[in-house]
């Protein structure tokens, strides 16, 4: 079992820059595909950035490429999502997730398709 520990998440003005990390307990984190979601207020919860096992492969939604940027710290067990040049509809609950793919896997991109949830940080850009 994957216990996933969201931090760094805040208030913010427009323009400015966040870093998300997400710890894992465990020792299969190396083996875990990783997943930044977000949910805004009355929105459907979307991918916003994934990685796979190893780090070499990352997608990211249209909207924050260029502005964000997923890594991975394997032996610190941490995933991180590093926010630049944030806009007001930024503004959400920030979710990292998990699913075992192997130390040769790839990333997903579907909700349903990670096992592991963390609680969530608050993600709030002002105008």
């Known amino acids: 079992q994957v216990q996933l520990v969201e931090s760094g998440g805040g208030l913010v003005q427009a323009g400015g820059s966040l870093r998300l990390s997400c710890t894992a307990s465990?020792?299969?984190?190396?083996?875990?595909?990783m997943g930044w979601f977000r949910q805004a207020r009355g929105k459907e919860r979307e991918l916003v950035a994934a990685?796979?096992?190893?780090?070499?492969?990352?997608y990211y939604a249209g909207s924050v490429k260029g502005r964000f940027t997923i890594s991975r710290d394997n032996v610190k067990n941490t995933v991180f999502l590093q926010m630049n040049s944030l806009k007001p509809e930024d503004t959400a609950v920030y979710y990292c997730a998990a699913q075992s793919a192997g130390y040769s896997g790839g990333y997903f991109l579907g909700i349903s398709e990670y096992e592991h949830w963390g609680q969530g940080t608050q993600v709030t850009v002002s105008s």
């Open positions: 465990g020792r299969t984190f190396s083996s875990y595909a």
């Open positions: 990685i796979n096992s190893r780090g070499g492969l990352t």
